[in-house]
């Protein structure tokens, strides 16, 4: 099982797939660099933040957590391409006909799926650490505004999205192994990391406060981000939503409930993953 896992590692760290998807991280580092750049360093922008913020943050300050936010956990650009690495990885055993020689290599077949999937996260996870230290460091120098405090946040909301993050690479290495090719999971995957899906469940969400009896007016000021609702949301369960949506300055409570989201969506995706890889047929 070592040697499966050693051997994903060297492949993927010789792969053109990852020296491809390594450059376009690359380039979307500087791209949103320079629009944090417009953005943070904008006296008018800030100022509106600060008079529609529900928080202590002061409106001429840009804090480590908000950073982190802004450029790894909301990024259409690095969820996406996280995604297509994850397929690219996965689907690499089925279409390089590797899957015939490495999957009869074990009796118990949950080994294969588990080196292959802890070789996977660990791939993941250096591009995610790396990712976000170097976007915080190289914007605390081209930020003003950036203040070099709140760190107990920034570690905290580090923590909670890397859980939430290896449940969203979790459920994309399941689909890909359910659809056995990269067609199925990169478009999935895909919807998953772009936060078309929100929609829907905010929506639903909206259907579900109508039918319980919510007020209108608390069902508006949830919406819009104002107030906190007091009522059941389906999107406070969905992998998606609790990725995309968690930030510093949610409570205890939100902390808890979306690492344990997190946490029982990286128990199902990864024992499914080994279910279905136990009874394959091998062509």
């Avoid at 417009?38 to 922008?45: A, G, P, R, T, W």
């Avoid at 391409?81 to 006909?97: A, E, Q």
């Avoid at 905010?202 to 508006?220: E, P, T």
């Avoid at 609702?229 to 939503?241: M, P, Q, T, V």
Wanted: glycine share 6%; proline share 0%.
């Amino acid at each position: 099982m070592l040697n499966l896992y050693k051997m994903h590692i060297y492949r993927s760290s010789k792969a053109t797939s990852t020296l491809v998807i390594g450059i376009l991280l690359g380039v979307f580092f500087f791209i949103n660099s320079a629009l944090a750049f417009f953005v943070f360093n904008d006296e008018i922008l800030m100022s509106v933040a600060g008079i529609t913020a529900e928080s202590n943050y002061k409106a001429s300050s840009v804090y480590p957590a908000t950073l982190h936010t802004f450029h790894v956990s909301t990024s259409d650009a690095f969820n996406i391409l996280i995604t297509i690495f994850t397929v690219i990885f996965v689907n690499s055993d089925y279409s390089k006909g590797f899957i015939k020689n490495t999957y009869n290599l074990f009796e118990e077949k949950w080994k294969f799926t588990w080196a292959k999937w802890t070789s996977l996260i660990t791939v993941v996870s250096g591009i995610f650490f790396v990712y976000s230290f170097l976007t915080l460091f190289s914007n605390a120098i081209i930020l003003k505004h950036f203040s070099n405090s709140q760190w107990g946040d920034y570690f905290r909301v580090l923590l909670v999205t890397y859980i939430c993050f290896v449940a969203f690479v979790t459920m994309t290495f399941l689909i890909t192994s359910l659809f056995r090719s990269a067609a199925g999971g990169m478009v999935i995957g895909i919807i998953i990391a772009s936060g078309l899906l929100q929609t829907v469940e905010r929506l639903i969400d909206i259907l579900i406060a109508n039918l319980s009896g919510a007020n209108a007016q608390d069902i508006l000021m949830d919406v819009v981000g104002v107030n906190e609702a007091n009522y059941f949301k389906i999107s406070d369960y969905c992998l998606d939503n609790v990725y995309l949506s968690y930030n510093a300055e949610m409570s205890s409570g939100d902390t808890v409930r979306s690492i344990l989201v997190a946490l029982a969506y990286i128990g199902f995706g990864l024992g499914l993953a080994i279910l279905v890889n136990r009874k394959r047929d091998l062509k």
